[in-house]
């Protein structure tokens, strides 16, 4: 039920736990210039890639002309590169570039440095339990998406 105090504290909780890695590791104005919609895009090209344009534009939560557009700014970026697919050479797959590559993996690193303390206060069970947890919670927003 969306709206109940637990999920609105939970909400807060993530939030704040995101900030405070955020502010520890580098805001959205370290690195390269990029919209939130951009980074998104690099962030599950980096995760999933290489996809097709529609594929991305689904795991994003948004339009293909919006994920177009984002791709467009990557590429220019030398972030992400697009090929013909082997199986069809109409179609283009869309995969994260040696460089966006190491700026993914630079940001990873960073964020596991300043996440490991935070961690490290949790016993392993604890650990394997909010593990767990999160993926469930991932999962199921991610099977309600609008197809």
């Given at each position: 039920?969306?709206?109940?105090?637990?999920?609105?504290?939970?909400?807060?909780?993530?939030?704040?736990?995101?900030?405070?890695?955020?502010?520890?590791?580098?805001?959205?104005?370290?690195?390269?210039?990029?919209?939130?919609?951009?980074?998104?895009?690099?962030?599950?090209?980096?995760?999933?890639?290489?996809?097709?344009?529609?594929?991305?534009?689904?795991?994003?939560?948004?339009?293909?002309?919006?994920a177009s557009r984002?791709?467009?700014?990557?590429?220019?970026?030398?972030?992400?590169?697009?090929?013909?697919?082997?199986?069809?050479?109409?179609?283009?797959?869309?995969?994260?570039?040696?460089?966006?590559?190491?700026?993914?993996?630079?940001?990873?690193?960073?964020?596991?440095?300043?996440?490991?303390?935070?961690?490290?206060?949790?016993?392993?069970?604890?650990?394997?339990?909010?593990?767990?947890?999160?993926?469930?919670?991932?999962?199921?927003?991610?099977?309600?998406?609008?197809?």
């Amino acid at each position: 039920m969306a709206g109940t105090p637990d999920v609105e504290l939970l909400l807060r909780e993530l939030g704040q736990l995101i900030r405070q890695l955020t502010r520890l590791v580098g805001g959205a104005d370290d690195g390269p210039p990029m919209t939130a919609t951009q980074r998104i895009a690099l962030v599950e090209l980096g995760d999933e890639g290489p996809l097709r344009l529609n594929d991305l534009a689904k795991r994003m939560g948004t339009s293909t002309p919006t994920a177009s557009r984002s791709v467009d700014t990557l590429e220019a970026l030398g972030l992400v590169t697009r090929a013909p697919e082997s199986s069809d050479r109409r179609a283009l797959s869309i995969d994260v570039s040696a460089r966006g590559r190491d700026l993914l993996d630079d940001r990873l690193r960073r964020a596991a440095e300043a996440f490991e303390p935070a961690a490290a206060t949790l016993t392993a069970a604890d650990r394997r339990e909010l593990l767990t947890l999160l993926r469930r919670m991932t999962d199921a927003l991610r099977s309600a998406r609008p197809s």
